[in-house]
């Protein structure tokens, strides 16, 4: 395991002092030292690699997220659970997965992330392929084993994006962390097509758990190959003066006191003092709420509406039809790239003229989202494709805030700081946001349906009534990016000067 002082460069005393040095989101516009992991003239060809093999990592691991609603019904069938039940699943699954972000954030900035990334994938690919194989008896296995399938996921989504940011310079970052999170959408939407398709196939639904391990495993053997032991860290430096005793060291512009190393602590409280961080993550949270609510209901939901108009019959077979699944899927990989993509370049555009772009895009496709949302809901019992539109056209402006809300925590929060803030933004995000919304979904649903006559009108309605907690959910979203435009400018002067 690599101790955090060191460094693969052993000429200590030629390195220019700290000041002289340049950080995460600086590294464009200050001055150039030698030191090779902090400053270089362009990205190597390994580095597109690195990025590459990071890229299909993630496809995987979110593909692992919604293999199950993609065969809710059939997995509903199978255990015999209740709306509330079902809803529990995946929030089996982000409870683990925020619960272990904190953990390996820390281990993200202290140690070698690649035995991190390598660990995880290796362990959530095991659990998951082991999950295909357990009877409708032990259904507690397998809420167990999707909570264990959390924590391997974990370390991978906090360790990997901070890799890229110090791979890449602050032009090629946005680029390249686009293209990372594009895979979030396409991921999502796989899991999805991957599960409808081969439950369709086999007539089996646990065979869309023994695909994604096979995945894995290539990931990890490229991982191993391809990827450098260590990657390089903008703060590398910075830490190796401190073990060499140069701690303290007078910063001539800013004339602050700059410390090389600092405790878990002391990183908490500066980020709850980082109020741009603060309202974009609670942004965020509001973007995981409606996407966990809608990645595990939508399907299910889009199955009730066409029962009522009479477009397919209730499902009483051992495997139920999944083309809600596969087209849901679709509309999920096609929104995703094309949302991700527009809000890259929304931002680099609109950054040029306004340096408050970034939380005011997202405020706006927030709202816009909402609305769709909203009107897709309200014609679902009378038109199926207007409500296949109008939650593609919903999902479309979701998806523009991914990459866009990670650049603004990168260049809020001094790179020192990066994988522990990516880790809160994590805890907060889960915990307030797609954690509970499948089981509130699901319990609202429950309530609705014990105090009505039980019927396939009144499990329509009852879904129906309790999505409409997520268009708010939207609005209030949009009110915290607004927040975070208050704010942006300050916070990362703050930043650029640490």
């Known amino acids: 395991m690599q101790n955090p002082g060191a460094h ?10 700290p000041e002289e040095q340049n ?3 600086t590294a464009a516009h200050g001055r150039q030292g030698p030191f090779v992991s902090v400053s270089r003239n362009g990205p190597a060809k390994r580095d597109y690699l690195t990025a590459a093999v990071l890229c299909y990592a993630n496809l995987i691991n979110f593909m692992d997220w919604f293999i199950v609603p993609g065969i809710l019904l059939d997995i509903q069938k199978y255990f015999k659970l209740s709306d509330g039940d079902t809803g529990l699943l995946q929030t089996a699954f982000i409870l683990c997965y925020m619960l272990a972000a904190p953990i390996f954030g820390y281990l993200g900035d202290r140690y070698n992330r ?26 507690w296995i397998f809420f167990l084993s999707r909570g264990l399938v959390g924590i391997g996921t974990a370390s991978y989504s906090t360790v990997a994006p901070t890799i890229i940011a110090d791979l890449f310079e602050e032009g090629k970052r946005t680029t390249m962390l686009s293209i990372f999170y594009i895979f979030i959408p396409v991921g999502s939407g796989l899991g999805y097509v991957l599960a409808a398709g081969m439950a369709g196939i086999t007539g089996d639904w646990h065979w869309a758990f023994r695909i994604t391990p096979c995945m894995g495993g290539l990931a990890l053997v490229l991982l191993i190959l391809l990827v450098p032991h260590r990657t390089p860290r903008r703060t590398a430096a910075h830490r190796a003066l401190s073990i060499s005793g140069t701690i303290r060291v007078a910063a001539e512009k800013a004339g602050v006191q700059r410390t090389a190393k600092t405790t878990w602590c002391q990183d908490v409280i500066s980020l709850a003092k980082n109020w741009s961080f603060v309202w974009s993550s609670l942004g965020l949270t509001a973007m995981a709420f409606v996407t ?10 889009l199955y009730r509406a066409q029962v009522v108009q009479g477009i397919v019959s209730p499902c ?38 306004n340096n408050k772009a970034d939380p005011l895009i997202c405020a706006t496709s927030m709202c816009i989202s909402a609305l769709c949302l909203y009107i897709a809901l309200m014609v679902a019992q009378t038109n199926i494709l207007s409500t296949f539109i109008f939650i593609a056209f919903g999902e479309l402006f979701l998806s ?22 990516i880790a ?33 009108q009144w499990s329509f309605w009852s879904m129906q009534y309790s999505f409409i907690i997520c268009t708010f959910v939207g609005v209030f ?6 927040l975070t435009s208050f704010y942006i400018e300050e916070d990362r002067k703050e930043a650029e000067r640490l």
Not at 115 to 136: H, K, N
Not at 292 to 301: K, N, R, S, T
Not at 324 to 350: C, D, P, W, Y
């Open 292 to 301: 966990g609510a809608l990645g595990m209901w939508v399907p299910l939901f």
């Open 424 to 456: 809160l933004q994590i805890l907060v995000s889960h915990l307030l946001g797609d954690a509970g919304s499948p089981y509130l979904i699901g319990i609202i649903s429950n309530a609705i349906q014990d105090k009505n006559a039980r019927s396939f």
């Open 316 to 353: 009483l077979e051992e495997s139920c039809n999944s083309s809600n699944s596969l087209i849901f899927g679709g509309i999920t990989i096609g929104t995703g790239i094309l949302g991700v993509i527009a809000g890259a370049e929304a931002a680099r555009r609109l950054r040029k003229i």
């Open 114 to 139: 690649k035995i991190i990334l390598g660990a995880g994938i290796f362990f959530w690919s095991c659990v998951t392929l082991g999950s295909s194989f357990i009877s409708e008896l032990y259904y």
């Open 23 to 25: 950080y995460g989101t």
């Open 8 to 17: 693969e460069n052993t000429g200590l005393q030629s390195q220019p002092p």
């Open 477 to 482: 979203g949009g009110g915290f990016f607004l």
């Open 400 to 421: 523009v805030n991914w990459a866009v809300v990670t650049d603004i925590l990168l260049y809020v929060v001094t790179p020192r700081r990066q994988s522990t803030a």
